[in-house]
């Protein structure tokens, strides 16, 4: 499919804070698109807004609140007079055994990365409708494949991948295009932080290749922004992660004898694997969800 400019388009970034969603945020601005930030940090939001080219404005709202987010859509439309472009960003992670996980961080992973990219959907298909415009959720290579230690993500990544297939089919007829992004391990706050635990760190390096690598972030936000361009179906941030479809049916029997054995092979590390959300911004998002006094 052909690429699009992006020059006086409307795109909407969630998460944009940091990590993908701020590269993300900078490279469609560098290609003359303007830009809405959305995330829990406003003082971050404020830097990356910045740092752009174009007309751009940001609005501090948690995308699982239903009203914040139709309020922000509202103020969006108001302010740039469309939107072209929703990437559904915002994530979260937690890791270790799912026995001795803490229910709250495993619930909100679930919370903000799959119901997150639902009500970010709910609140923007009314103005996408209206400019027959493009909705990229973002995935992972952990909606290809199961992982042990990674319960919550997987199980948010795959229902997210599955929530952007199922819509695709509703609103395609309406001329709203969407597709799903799949990035494998890459070089952001949310990686470098489940990197800090000994035992996660060690479990990821102990991966076949090219699964165990961390890719660097520049490369991979290219590869997005071509695909938000094309409006493409699937995008995929590393190369290899195109030819996981192919074998994803075989994946979790595969797993599942492996990963007993490096289970087993761990156990007696695993009690002291943190519990918590990982890295910078699932520090922020804990800080944001905090009752204030």
């Known amino acids: 499919m052909s690429r699009r400019s992006l020059e006086g388009q409307v795109a909407v970034v969630t998460g944009a804070a940091r990590g993908v969603g701020e590269l993300l945020a900078r490279k469609l601005s560098a290609r003359g698109a303007r830009v809405a930030l959305v995330g829990l940090e406003p003082d971050e939001l404020k830097r990356v807004a910045g740092l752009l080219h174009?007309?751009?404005?940001?609005?501090?709202?948690?995308?699982?609140?239903?009203?914040?987010?139709?309020?922000?859509a509202q103020e969006v439309k108001e302010r740039f007079g469309k939107v072209d472009i929703v990437v559904a960003n915002a994530g979260v992670a937690a890791g270790g055994p799912f026995l001795d996980s803490d229910p709250v961080a495993w619930r909100r992973v679930i919370e903000v990365n799959l119901v997150g990219s639902a009500v970010t959907g709910r609140a923007f298909l009314p103005v996408l409708v209206e400019s027959r415009g493009y909705f990229l959720q973002i995935a992972s290579l952990a909606a290809l494949t199961p992982a042990p230690m990674m319960s919550a993500y997987c199980a948010s990544k795959s229902g997210v991948e599955a929530f952007a297939h199922s819509l695709r089919a509703e609103v395609g007829y309406r001329g709203v295009r969407v597709?799903?992004?799949y990035?494998?391990?890459?070089?952001?706050?949310?990686?470098?932080?489940?990197?800090?635990?000994?035992v996660m760190a060690e479990l990821r390096s102990r991966l076949p290749w090219p699964s165990n690598r961390t890719y660097p972030l520049g490369p991979a936000v290219d590869r997005i922004v071509a695909g938000i361009e094309r409006r493409s179906a699937h995008v995929y941030a590393q190369w290899w992660l195109r030819g996981m479809q192919s074998v994803r049916g075989y994946l979790p029997g595969l797993i599942a004898t492996v990963g007993q054995r490096e289970m087993r092979r761990f156990a007696p590390r695993l009690e002291g694997v943190?519990?918590?959300?990982?890295?910078?911004?699932?520090?922020?998002?804990?800080?944001g969800r905090a009752p204030r006094r």
């Open 183 to 198: 990035l494998s391990w890459t070089d952001t706050d949310m990686v470098r932080g489940a990197d800090q635990d000994e």
């Open 54 to 72: 174009t007309d751009c404005d940001h609005w501090h709202a948690d995308v699982t609140d239903h009203e914040a987010m139709a309020r922000v």
């Open 274 to 287: 943190a519990r918590g959300l990982v890295g910078a911004g699932g520090a922020a998002d804990e800080k």
């Open 179 to 181: 597709g799903v992004g």
